[in-house]
T-cell receptor, first 113, second 111 residues
Framework: KAGVTQTPRYLIKTRGQQVTLSCSPISGHRSVSWYQQTPGQGLQFLFEYFSETQRNKGNFPGRFSGRQFSNSRSEMNVSTLELGDSALYLC????????????FGPGTRLTVT | SQQGEEDPQALSIQEGENATMNCSYKTSINNLQWYRQNSGRGLVHLIL?????REKHSGRLRVTLDTSKKSSSLLITASRAADTASYFC???????????FGKGTRLHILP
């Protein structure tokens, strides 16, 4: 099976802009989670979607949002970008609704200038 | 904080030695997972241990879980250069199944 794919891999944006990142899970996986990874804060949970519904949410401001489509593909959006949003954004898919192991994509490296 | 905390933050050992890293947490969990991240391959799931399990093995990996002490350990036996990476524990919270990662242990295997 193909692994989790994320696009784009690298992105440079300016403060105040908005960005949309995309994630395609492993075929058959219905759960998609998003994480932000920075050197200072480590891996922080953003949100999880299962069958197009947001199942869990981390402690991020409302500028961070996501959605999941009927084919399980997911997007996350960050509006009004701030310098502190520069990070590696990782998407992970899981085989079911529940505490299963997660399979991660390579990530999108976002740089905000 | 609900996240797991790994100890030590960094570890350097000679190739062939065993590496042990620990994870402590503060809340009830459904399971605890260990992941590895290196620059070439991203985050990779290593092993999942459920709250009712005490020990699990996978190849050269051995994970233990002590729910009374709210701690877990990951042992890598006969380390190899390819084991150089950051290792993260991730706790799956009881109740909402949210998965929270710790900040990781950086393991460096010396030739």
């Amino acid at each position: 099976k193909a692994g989790v794919t994320q696009t784009p891999r690298y992105l440079i944006k300016t403060r105040g802009q908005q960005v949309t990142l995309s994630c395609s899970p492993i075929s058959g996986h219905r759960s998609v989670s998003w994480y932000q990874q920075t050197p200072g804060q480590g891996l922080q949970f953003l949100f999880e979607y299962f069958s197009e519904t947001q199942r869990n949410k981390g402690n991020f401001p409302g500028r961070f949002s996501g959605r999941q489509f009927s084919n399980s593909r997911s997007e996350m959006n960050v509006s009004t970008l701030e310098l502190g949003d520069s990070a590696l954004y990782l998407c992970a898919s899981s085989g079911g609704q529940g505490p299963y192991e997660q399979y991660f994509g390579p990530g999108t490296r976002l740089t905000v200038t | 904080s609900q996240q797991g905390e790994e100890d030590p933050q960094a570890l350097s050992i000679q190739e062939g030695e065993n590496a042990t890293m620990n994870c402590s947490y503060k809340t009830s969990i459904n399971n605890l997972q260990w992941y590895r991240q290196n620059s070439g391959r991203g985050l990779v799931h290593l092993i999942l241990i459920r709250s009712n399990e005490r020990e699990k093995h996978s190849g050269r990996l051995r994970v233990t879980l002590d729910t009374s002490k709210k701690s877990s350990s990951l042992l890598i036996t006969a380390s190899r250069a390819a084991d150089t990476a950051s290792y993260f524990c991730a706790i799956c919270l009881g109740g909402d199944d949210k998965i929270i990662f710790g900040k990781g242990t950086r393991l460096h295997i010396l030739p």
